[in-house]
C-alpha cells in the first residue's frame, strides 16, 4: 500500500506570505494528524482529523493556522500570514483505529523555511 | 512544558555492542509508550512499544523496559548495527480516553551512531 505522503517535501517563503502543504495519509486511514518539529527540539502535536472532523486542535500555535480536510481524505495546512517561528519539520501521520494505542505511520514531512 | 524528555542528544556505540536509550516522563496518566525511529529526510518509523502493564517487550533486538515508579523508560539494541545509526523518539500517550484519538508526547530524540 503507498504510505503517508506529503508536498511539497521542501518550501521557502518569506515572512508575512501564504503557504500551504498537503497531506494524503493511507487509504482508508480515518485518523490524520499533524505534528511539527522545529529544529533540535520534540516533535509536537498540533491536530487530529477523525474522517473530516477535528477531532482535537488543542495543538494549534495561533490562528495563523488552518487545517482542513476536505471529503475526509487529503488534507491541508494553511499558514497565514507565515512568521518566522513557523519554519520546521511538519509531519503528518494517518491511522487506522481511533482511541487505540497502535503507532501512526508517518510522511516524510515538509521541511518550512520562512526568512 | 514537555512532559517527555530525553536527556541525550546523541550516543555513539561500537558495532555488536548495546546501545540503550533513555526515556523519562512526567505525566503518570500515560499508559502507553512507543520509540520511533527517524531517518534523515524520512518520516519517523514505528519500532517498538509498551504498555503500562507490562514492564519489557522484546522485539528482535530491540527491547523496551518501562519503569513507572520512576516514570522511566529505556530502549536496548542488541547487538547494534550501523543501520541502526538514526535518530530515535520516544513517545508517550494516555489510552483511557476512548474516541478522542491518541494525541502523542514526543521527547526530543537521541541521535545514535553505531561505529563498524
Known amino acids: 500500500e503507498a504510505g503517508v505522503t506529503q508536498f511539497p517535501s521542501h518550501s521557502v517563503i518569506e515572512k508575512g506570505q501564504t503557504v500551504t502543504l498537503r497531506c494524503d495519509p493511507i487509504?482508508?486511514?480515518?485518523?490524520l494528524y499533524w505534528y511539527r518539529r522545529v529544529m533540535g527540539k520534540e516533535i509536537k502535536f498540533l491536530l487530529h482529523?477523525?474522517?473530516?472532523?477535528?477531532?482535537?486542535e488543542s495543538g494549534m500555535p495561533n490562528n495563523r493556522f488552518l487545517a482542513e480536510r476536505t471529503g475526509g481524505t487529503y488534507s491541508t495546512l494553511k499558514v497565514q500570514p507565515a512568521e518566522l517561528e513557523d519554519s520546521g519539520v511538519y509531519f503528518c501521520a494517518s491511522s487506522q483505529i481511533t482511541g487505540a494505542s497502535y503507532g501512526y505511520t508517518f510522511g516524510s514531512g515538509t521541511r518550512l523555511t520562512v526568512v | 512544558d514537555q512532559q517527555v524528555k530525553q536527556n541525550s542528544p546523541s550516543l555513539s556505540v561500537q558495532e555488536g555492542r548495546i546501545s540503550i536509550l533513555n526515556c523519562d516522563y512526567t505525566n503518570s496518566m500515560f499508559d502507553y509508550f512507543l520509540w520511533y525511529k527517524k531517518y534523515p529526510a524520512e518520516g519517523p518509523t514505528f519500532l517498538i512499544s509498551i504498555s503500562s502493564i507490562k514492564d519489557k517487550n522484546e522485539d528482535g533486538r530491540f527491547t523496551v523496559f518501562l519503569n513507572k515508579s520512576a516514570k522511566h523508560l529505556s530502549l536496548h539494541i542488541v547487538p547494534s548495527q550501523p543501520g541502526d545509526s538514526a535518530v530515535y523518539f520516544c513517545?508517550?500517550?494516555?489510552?483511557?480516553?476512548?474516541?478522542?484519538?491518541?494525541?502523542?508526547?514526543f521527547g526530543t530524540g537521541t541521535s545514535l551512531t553505531v561505529i563498524p
Open positions: 487509504s482508508g486511514h480515518d485518523n
Open positions: 482529523f477523525v474522517k473530516e472532523s477535528k477531532q482535537d
Open positions: 513517545a508517550a500517550t494516555r489510552t483511557a480516553r476512548s474516541n478522542t484519538g491518541n494525541q502523542f508526547y
